[in-house]
């Protein structure tokens, strides 16, 4: 029997939501609530698909397609997530033997991409895959490309004290002999917007984008279930002077948005960090996931941490070069367009 792909809809939403609960390979942004935020945030359009085996799941792909004009590219996730993986996930196969599980699969992921070519039809097609979905076979027998890149993962199953013994020198000395009145604690949406506005300021020194707005921020913090969303910060007298935004599902907390540099006189983004990891640790979570191994310099920080890299995958597939240049340029406007209006919302 093969696997049928299913197009479903917003009445399918627990449906859809079962089958991210039982899936180790998904974030929380694979929940239905979570696509409808990044739908109304992005201005893409959303296809939920659902492998079945007969009555039996066994994988989703959240297809997201802008189109402009003629023109059209599925981009999962859309280009508000940046660099946070939004790709198929598949689920209860870790039970099957091998060569089924193999078979499923291959047939799941397939089948989702002869639906996106033959419904969709885009131009360029690019799906950015979790680290624990390791099998991109599929994907290159069916002619796209498969491009590796990292992230880091702390392991906090040891306990603190394990944990810390494989940071650097300095970061131990940081977080153990810091002794100014600073106070790190979890906020809420005035937090969110403090540390937006910082990433954003420090991203426009850099005259880099930054596609990321509070109000999509504070959205997913008020409708995802509670904890999901933390926004840490670091106050030292009396002024934030750093935080970050932390996402939080299943095993693992990810170090999401946030700490820019502070140049004064304690080591914010060490103490940041670390606090983080103290709470997951205390909720029981196994994994802090640095969000990005892949800059030098962004690197040589993490790496303080003691982290492994763990590697993930960026699927990409280009229609005819003259085809997608012309397509790539209308996408290209459109971004330029969409970043103007997300400044307005901002101010």
């Known amino acids: 029997m093969s696997i049928e792909i299913t197009r479903i809809d917003e009445s399918d939403r627990e449906t859809w939501n079962r089958c991210v609960e039982q899936s180790n390979q998904t974030n929380l942004f694979h929940q239905y609530e979570a696509l409808e935020l990044l739908v109304a945030h992005s201005g893409a359009d959303l296809t939920p698909l659902v492998g079945y085996n007969g009555q039996e799941p066994v994988g989703i792909m959240p297809v997201f397609e802008v189109e402009r004009g003629r023109r059209s590219i599925v981009k999962c996730p859309p280009y508000i997530l940046e660099s946070f993986p939004l790709g198929p996930a598949v689920l209860n196969l870790e039970k099957m033997k091998r060569r089924r599980a193999e078979r499923y699969q291959r047939q799941f992921v397939q089948g989702c991409l002869e639906w996106t070519e033959d419904v969709v039809d885009p131009d360029a097609t690019y799906v950015r895959l979790g680290g624990r979905f390791t099998d991109v076979r599929p994907f290159v027998w069916s002619g796209y490309d498969a ?191 969409r970043t103007a209006e997300l400044r307005e919302r901002v101010k």
């Open 147 to 337: 491009t590796p890149y990292y992230t880091y993962i702390v392991d906090l199953t040891p306990g603190e004290e394990a944990v810390m013994a494989e940071f650097s020198r300095d970061a131990r000395s940081n977080i153990r002999n810091t002794d100014a009145d600073f106070e790190i604690y979890e906020g809420g949406v005035d937090e969110i917007r403090t540390i937006v506005r910082q990433i954003r300021e420090r991203h426009d020194e850099q005259d880099k984008e930054y596609r990321v707005y509070p109000g999509f921020v504070i959205d997913l913090y008020e409708t995802l279930p509670a904890g999901q969303v933390r926004p840490y910060v670091c106050e030292y007298e009396g002024e934030i002077v750093s935080g970050m935004i932390t996402l939080e599902y299943g095993d693992t907390i990810y170090r999401w948005e946030g700490g820019a540099k502070y140049g004064g006189d304690i080591p914010a983004a060490d103490l940041l960090d670390w606090r983080i990891m103290c709470d997951a640790m205390d909720r029981g979570l196994a994994r802090y996931d640095l969000v990005g191994a892949n800059m030098p310099r962004l690197c040589k920080y993490k790496a303080k941490f003691g982290p492994e890299p763990e590697v993930y995958y960026n699927i990409e597939r280009k229609a005819s070069l003259d085809s997608f240049t012309e397509g790539a340029r209308a996408l290209a406007s459109d971004v330029i367009g």
